[in-house]
C-alpha cells in the first residue's frame, strides 16, 4: 500500500465522538481497571497479613522472644504494605508535566526511586522474617545448609528483582528517547 493511499484511508475512518463526561467516567478511580486491580491485592494482602499478625504471637511463640524482634517482625510486614501502598498513589497520578515527554521523564524519575525501594523492602521484609524464624534457634548442619539454600533464594530473588526493574527502567527509557 502506497503512503498517499494509507494517508487517505486513514483520514478517511471516523473516529466515535464519545461525550466528555463519560471520558471522565472512564478516567475516574473507580472505573479503572489497573487502579481496580491493584486496590484488589492491596486488600487481599492487608487481610491476609492481619490474620497472621492476629495470631502469630501465639502460634509462632513469639511470647518467648524479646519484644524488638516481634517489633521488626511487624515493621518488616508493614514495609510492603506502604511500598504498595506508594504504587498505588504512582499508579494513580500519571501525569506531571506539560507535555508526554516531560511527564514520561517526571514518572522515570519517580520510577527509579520506587524501584530502589521495591528491592530493599523485599530483603528487609525476607529479613525479618528469617530473623524471626530463626531466633534463638539451635543450629546443626542440616539447619546451616537449610539456611544457606534460603540465603541462596534470597540472593537470587534479589538478582531477579534488580534484572527486572532494570528492563522496565530501560524501557522506559527507550519509550522517552522516541519523543526526543
Known amino acids: 500500500m502506497e503512503f498517499n493511499e494509507m494517508k487517505s484511508t486513514w483520514n478517511a475512518v471516523r473516529t466515535p465522538t464519545i461525550p466528555s463526561a463519560e471520558i471522565q467516567a472512564m478516567l475516574s478511580e473507580n472505573k479503572h481497571p489497573v487502579l481496580k486491580g491493584i486496590r484488589k491485592q492491596l486488600t487481599i494482602e492487608i487481610i491476609g497479613w492481619c490474620i497472621f499478625l492476629s495470631c502469630y504471637y501465639t502460634m509462632f511463640d513469639a511470647n518467648l522472644k524479646p519484644l524488638w524482634i516481634n517489633i521488626l517482625l511487624v515493621l518488616s ?91 522496565r527502567l530501560k524501557n522506559l527509557g527507550n519509550t522517552i528517547a522516541i519523543f526526543r
Not at 523485599?122 to 522474617?129: D, V
Open 77 to 167: 510486614i508493614l514495609l510492603p504494605l506502604i511500598h504498595n501502598l506508594m504504587g498505588y498513589r504512582l499508579a494513580k497520578y500519571l501525569v506531571h508535566g506539560a507535555n508526554i515527554r516531560d511527564s514520561l521523564k517526571n514518572y522515570l524519575s519517580k520510577i527509579k526511586i520506587y524501584a530502589i525501594i521495591s528491592i530493599v523492602s523485599r530483603q528487609i521484609y525476607l529479613a525479618g522474617f528469617l530473623l524471626f524464624f530463626t531466633y534463638d534457634l539451635r543450629f546443626n548442619t542440616s539447619r546451616y545448609v537449610l539456611l544457606a539454600v534460603i540465603s541462596l533464594i534470597f540472593l537470587v530473588q534479589l538478582w531477579l528483582l534488580t534484572r527486572l526493574w532494570a528492563k
